[in-house]
């Protein structure tokens, strides 16, 4: 039994509303970060469906390669972010990231 289209579109879209609920409501930053990469998840899990269904070539993959490592590279850089915004102000309340202001 091969799994059609529609599967893999609600599962990807499941996934990016979970990821933007995530954003919108998280106030923690390491919260935030995992819910970007639910997003990029989502955008993966298309461009591999669409790839498989409509394209003969292995464009999608190859997107999806590049998502990959931009995610990874998001993740590392976001990280090293948070964790000097924590040295200086000893929390990761979204709320309290006030440095660039006055």
Same mark, same amino acid.
């Given at each position: *039994?091969?799994?059609?289209?529609?599967?893999?579109?609600?599962?990807?879209?499941?996934?990016?509303? =979970?990821? %933007?609920?995530?954003?919108? !409501?998280?106030?923690?930053?390491?919260?935030?970060?995992?819910?970007?990469?639910?997003?990029?998840?989502?955008?993966?899990?298309?461009?591999?469906?669409?790839? !498989?269904?409509?394209?003969?070539?292995?464009?999608?993959?190859?997107?999806?390669?590049?998502? =990959? &490592? %931009?995610?990874?590279?998001?993740?590392?850089?976001?990280?090293? %972010?948070?964790?000097? =915004?924590?040295? !200086?102000?000893? &929390? %990761?309340? *979204?709320?309290?990231?006030?440095?660039?202001?006055?």
């Amino acid at each position: *039994m091969e799994l059609q289209l529609e599967y893999f579109l609600l599962l990807a879209a499941a996934l990016f509303c =979970i990821g %933007i609920y995530g954003l919108i !409501n998280s106030r923690n930053a390491v919260r935030v970060l995992m819910s970007i990469e639910l997003l990029l998840n989502a955008v993966n899990l298309n461009l591999m469906a669409f790839s !498989n269904y409509l394209d003969a070539d292995a464009k999608g993959q190859v997107f999806s390669v590049f998502v =990959i &490592t %931009i995610a990874a590279a998001e993740a590392a850089v976001g990280l090293a %972010i948070v964790l000097a =915004i924590y040295r !200086n102000r000893d &929390t %990761i309340d *979204m709320e309290q990231f006030n440095l660039l202001k006055w």
